[in-house]
């Protein structure tokens, strides 16, 4: 990836149980994307939290960020058989335009 | 609510051949992105456009062009086509142009899937 890291790059739970992802990245950032695709399907707009921002919340979705450290992370809360999926978070880097870089992604799988 | 729209969804090539993906951004919308995933990739900038003016470009190979029409739709033109092109290609829009702090939120199409072989 052009951003940095992503980890677990893979996590496996059962249901019920909560998940939660870890990006890290390089730049100063106007903002933090998290995504969800399903396998070979389209990109998932989730949450975004503004670098002036540490927590948010989105249903059982919360997301932090720490610009110290240039990490957040993606927490689901009581996850499901249907949130498995891919989730990729990405930065909107300051002063490039808008474009997004992503990171490596976490192949998430939630056994019922 | 009106989402981001792209045609094809799958295309198959052979080698040396080109092909257009047609990219519909929602309306009103001022940006538009398109991004490149390989297989087991993590999508990858392409391209953007502004207002119907490129504001920024990435790892886009010189055999790939795009542009934005009057009407805000966008088209990538790829031109001799290799196997390693083969991908998914994603569009989005966004309504906030890369301002500063902003809520520059994207909102990715379905992508065209390009078979190349």
């Known amino acids: 990836s052009q951003q940095g890291e992503e980890d677990p790059q893979a996590l496996s739970i059962q249901e019920g149980e909560n998940a939660t992802m870890n990006c890290s990245y390089k730049t100063s950032i106007n903002n933090l994307q998290w995504y969800r695709q399903n396998s070979g399907r389209g990109l998932v707009h989730l949450i975004l939290i503004r670098s002036n921002e540490r927590e948010k919340h989105s249903g059982r979705l919360r997301v932090t960020l720490d610009t110290s450290k240039k990490s957040s992370s993606l927490l689901i809360t009581a996850s499901r058989a249907a949130d498995t999926a891919s989730y990729f978070c990405?930065?909107?880097?300051?002063?490039?335009?808008?474009?997004?870089?992503f990171g490596q992604g976490t192949e998430l799988s939630v056994k019922p | 609510a009106a989402g981001v729209i792209q045609s094809p969804r799958h295309l198959i090539k052979e080698k040396r051949e080109t092909a257009t993906l047609k990219c519909y951004p929602i309306p009103r919308h001022d940006t538009v992105y398109w991004y490149q995933q390989g297989p087991g990739q993590d999508p990858q900038f392409l391209i953007s456009?502004?207002?119907?003016?490129?504001?920024d470009k990435g790892s886009i190979p010189d055999r790939f062009s795009a542009q934005q029409f009057s009407d805000y739709h966008s088209e990538l033109n790829m031109s001799s086509l290799e196997l390693g092109d083969s991908a998914l290609y994603f569009c989005a829009s966004s309504l906030v142009h890369g301002l500063a702090g902003g809520n520059n939120e994207q909102f990715f199409g379905p992508g065209t899937r390009l078979t190349v072989l």
């Open positions: 990405a930065t909107d880097e300051d002063n490039q335009g808008g474009k997004l870089i």
């Open positions: 456009f502004y207002e119907k003016m490129q504001s």
